[in-house]
């Protein structure tokens, strides 16, 4: 996740708490930058450009595996995930890869809405750690978990987490949550450990490498 701040009055159309709807319907072109709804409060997302580096590196990685074995996947630029259980929140994942299929097929807010509401669709989601960093180990994990979402990636690349995720003393983590059975299971990777990701068993990635 971003670093967040809440929406400027001159940009929030109205006090009350929003919709999906409303909240898509105000959403402004990218001149802006980027916003998720959080419990029908607009929360502006703010990179640092170590953050995008990092979302950036792991993008293009996954998109030369997708290429590379013709996978039926594909990673958009920019997208939102409903929440399963309200129409007051939408999340915005750092990097997340969806299928081709089900976007065409299941997924009737993503042609003009680039919304996606089915959490089969989304292959995998990926949050890089910013200083709010409960967000991605608590609140996205719940949500996400909840959708089905069938691959979670942590990339906590300067060990902000808490120790009762990344151990102690804290260093640069990446954990990989699988869906088992509605749930997830969590492993760490850390220095020199190989990533093992059950959607893309041939990636080859150490954990240091995403260290900047």
């Given at each position: 996740m971003?670093?967040q701040?809440?929406?400027?009055?001159?940009?929030?159309?109205?006090?009350?708490?929003?919709?999906?709807?409303e909240?898509?319907?105000?959403?402004p072109?990218?001149?802006?930058?980027?916003?998720?709804?959080?419990?029908?409060?607009?929360?502006?997302?703010?990179?640092t450009g170590?953050?995008?580096?990092?979302?950036g590196?792991?993008?293009?990685k996954?998109?030369v595996?997708?290429?590379?074995?013709?996978?039926?996947?594909?990673i958009?630029?920019q997208g939102?995930?409903?929440?399963?259980?309200?129409?007051?929140?939408?999340?915005?994942?750092d990097?997340?890869?969806?299928?081709?299929?089900?976007?065409?097929?299941?997924?009737?807010?993503?042609?003009?809405?680039s919304?996606?509401?089915?959490?089969?669709?989304?292959?995998?989601?990926?949050?890089?750690?910013?200083?709010n960093?409960?967000?991605d180990?608590?609140?996205?994990l719940?949500?996400?978990e909840?959708?089905?979402?069938?691959?979670?990636?942590?990339?906590?690349?300067?060990?902000l987490?808490?120790?009762?995720y990344?151990?102690?003393?804290?260093?640069p983590?990446?954990?990989i949550?699988?869906?088992?059975?509605?749930?997830?299971?969590?492993?760490?990777?850390?220095?020199?450990?190989?990533?093992k990701?059950?959607?893309?068993?041939e990636l080859?990635?150490?954990?240091?490498k995403?260290?900047?």
């Open positions: 971003f670093l701040e809440k929406v400027s009055d001159d940009l929030k159309p109205e006090e009350k708490l929003i919709s999906l709807e909240f898509l319907n105000w959403y072109d990218g001149f802006y930058g980027r916003f998720e709804l959080r419990n029908g409060v607009i929360v502006k997302m703010q990179p170590t953050h995008e580096q990092v979302a590196f792991i993008a293009s996954l998109s595996y997708i290429e590379r074995f013709s996978l039926p996947l594909f958009p630029r939102l995930i409903k929440a399963i259980d309200t129409d007051k929140s939408a999340y915005i994942p990097v997340m890869v969806l299928d081709n299929d089900c976007v065409k097929n299941d997924e009737p807010m993503w042609k003009k809405r919304t996606i509401t089915q959490g089969k669709t989304v292959k995998l989601a990926i949050e890089v750690v910013s200083t960093w409960q967000d180990y608590l609140t996205k719940g949500e996400y909840k959708l089905g979402i069938e691959e979670y990636w942590i990339i906590d690349y300067l060990g987490g808490g120790r009762r990344i151990g102690n003393p804290k260093q983590t990446i954990s949550c699988h869906l088992v059975e509605d749930e997830y299971t969590m492993e760490s990777f850390k220095n020199q450990d190989v990533i990701s059950q959607l893309f068993p080859n990635l150490t954990a240091e995403f260290s900047r």
